[in-house]
């Protein structure tokens, strides 16, 4: 598939901006938030900027971006009006937190809001994983890895946000379960990661005999194409990137959303995180473009078969 | 909208005949015309007259080979006549032309992802369409599609002059086949003339339109006569158009062993002038 940049833009930022509104909310939600007012307001205004971002960036996908809020209506079959609606569901409970925390309520209305928050977080990036997980035409995409590594990457990318946020901005230190589960979260994902790579790319290649039906009369091999210039389906579908590439580019991959936050948070535990923290949420937020890139363009659709099979 | 309706009777389609497609992309062209200039054109293109054009089709033909014995062909291999081939093959491949548009299928996927409800499907008679102001060109649908039946009429690269101003309605939506659903119902038309563009234009007849619900039609007849398939069923979205397979070629010869003995048959050694058929005979010996 073409790696279409604003829909790389779109799950990375928003999946890092839900992450952050989810940990957030869970945080409110069982008290254990440690700040309050704007300690509160900060972090949930940059989740909205991520959020945001992304979304704006995934409208530059349409053919007909004013349209865009046609999507909203057909959320009982397709998930990406699931997650049209999903998505702006959850900027209620982030803005009744952000009123909340302005108005310095601490009581049960904002663990309810907090609670509430993290569950329509959760909810969109399940919707946005569903929406390649359902598409039966892209076998590297329904491999079963597909939405745990959609939630956990959200997670964790908006989880070193926070974790940046409250090393910047709490006075007393905020202890060793978040920046460990950061860490935990970090080695899970680079393993769920290579599983899925491992099954993706066994996924059996449909012949081109198998995709016009005639298989069983012998070896079928494409001698003339369709069309003498590319078309909409070849350069969408047919798209064949420097597979060459894929091992090292997987490798950047990893370092940047695993090894590199691993290694910080192990350097941050006993020296203090203000300054690395920052550092290691940007890492990971490039690692996942990559990531995402590759997520993309390594995968192969099965109108392919029909063409010859290009190699780069 | 986007749910599918309940399965109708009447499901209109193509049967497209692979013995018989000689591969000119006549289908193709008419395809275009008519949908360019028809009551629901004009089919965008983006540099029609460029140096690399590029647009919009509803149907593509592709040509393929195939070599193997499932073609009649039994003939010797000889590992230098596909040099390009590291597998030696029989001497002479089939040649197949398959055109290639949508399927109008009965459970198809590309309707229900639609986030607009502008993809759907008819209950009337199954022909799947998209509703140009409703579409967002989000293209899930077309990513949904195995048989690679919808193209987006993308916003051209480079605009033209000429086009400021020009309202195109059509840019930034998904486009795909209509099964001419401005044809087949068209009263303006002569009755004859009430079918799809391909087929009007087909020169071999290799394609045929009808009723594949109706087991008594004749597009069903000959699905059933001559063993017609769906394409790809495994994705479960049960296409309604069907393709005839190729017949075998003469069972157990190739085409270049049928070539040889006919060149010899071409002599008929009873025609011949009385010296040259004792000559033919004593060299027959």
Redesign the interface.
């Known amino acids: ?1 073409r790696p279409a940049l604003p829909v790389i833009f779109f799950t990375v930022l928003s999946g890092a901006g839900y992450g952050l509104w989810c940990l957030l909310g869970l945080a409110l939600a069982a008290r254990i938030y440690p700040l309050a007012g704007a300690g509160i307001l900060v972090p949930l205004a940059f989740g909205f900027v991520l959020v945001t971002a992304g979304l704006i960036a995934s409208t530059a ?5 004013g ?2 809020w ?5 959320w ?6 699931r997650e ?1 609606v999903a998505s702006l569901v959850t900027y209620l409970p982030a803005l009744a937190i952000g009123w909340l925390a302005h108005a310095g309520h601490q009581d049960w209305s904002i663990r309810v809001a907090g609670a509430w928050l993290a569950l329509c977080s959760l909810a969109t990036v399940v919707c946005t994983a569903n ?1 390649y997980r ?5 076998r590297a995409w329904r491999v079963p890895q597909v939405l745990p590594l959609y939630l956990g990457f959200a997670l964790l990318s908006g989880g070193l946000w926070l974790w940046a946020w409250l090393a910047l901005a709490s006075a007393r230190p905020i202890g060793l379960a978040f920046p460990l589960a950061l860490l935990g979260l970090a080695v899970l994902a680079a393993l769920t990661k290579a599983a899925y790579w491992k099954t993706a790319d066994r996924a059996p290649v ?1 012949t ?7 298989q ?12 003498s ?5 070849t350069r ?2 047919v798209f064949v990137l420097a597979r060459k590439h894929s091992a090292r580019l997987r490798k950047t991959a990893v370092i940047l959303f695993a090894a590199l936050p691993v290694i910080g948070i192990a350097v941050a535990l006993p020296y203090g995180a203000a300054w690395i923290a920052p550092v290691l949420a940007i890492l990971c937020l490039a690692g996942l473009f990559v990531e995402r890139w590759l997520f993309f363009a390594e995968a192969r ?3 392919a078969a ?2 010859p099979q290009r190699s780069a | 909208m986007t749910a599918l309706p309940p399965p109708g009777k009447k499901k209109l389609g193509l049967v497209i005949d692979l013995d018989i497609c000689v591969g000119c992309h006549a289908c193709a062209v008419a395809c275009k015309e008519w949908n360019d200039g028809g009551p629901l054109g004009p089919l965008p293109d983006d540099e029609p007259y460029g140096a690399e054009p590029s647009g919009v089709w509803f149907n593509r033909v592709h040509s393929y080979e195939i070599t193997g014995p499932g073609t009649g062909d039994q003939g010797p291999v000889k590992a230098d006549t596909l040099r390009d081939d590291p597998v030696p093959g029989p001497r002479s491949p089939q040649m197949v032309h398959f055109p290639r548009s949508c399927l109008h299928c009965e459970t198809p996927d590309c309707v229900t992802v639609c986030p607009t409800g502008a993809s759907y499907k008819r209950a009337e008679d199954g022909i799947v369409l998209v509703d140009e102001d409703k579409c967002i060109g989000c293209q899930l649908c077309a990513w949904a599609c195995p048989y690679g039946a919808r193209e987006i009429a993308l916003p051209p690269a480079k605009p033209r002059a000429s086009d400021a101003g020009r309202k195109d309605s059509k840019r930034g939506t998904m486009q795909k086949c209509t099964l001419c659903v401005d044809r087949i119902y068209n009263e303006t038309l002569d009755e004859r003339d009430r079918q799809p563009a391909c087929v009007m234009a087909c020169p071999t007849r290799a394609r045929m339109f009808g009723d594949l619900g109706d087991p008594d039609s004749d597009v069903s007849r000959v699905v059933a006569d001559r063993k017609g398939f769906a394409l790809m069923p495994e994705f479960g979205y049960a296409p309604v158009n069907r393709y005839l397979p190729p017949r075998p070629r003469r069972d157990g010869s190739s085409a270049a062993s049928i070539a040889a003995p006919a060149a010899e048959e071409m002599l008929d050694t009873e025609r011949l002038p009385p010296l040259l058929r004792w000559l033919d005979k004593a060299l027959s010996r």
């Open positions: 598939m996908h349409l053919g007909r971006p349209r865009a046609r999507a909203l209506s057909q009982s079959s397709s998930w990406l009006s049209g929406i359902s598409l039966k035409t892209i449909p081109t005999g198998h995709a016009i039906g005639l069983h009369l012998g070896r079928v091999r494409p001698w003339e194409g369709p069309s210039e590319e078309t909409y389906l969408e579908m659709h099965a109108v029909f063409f």
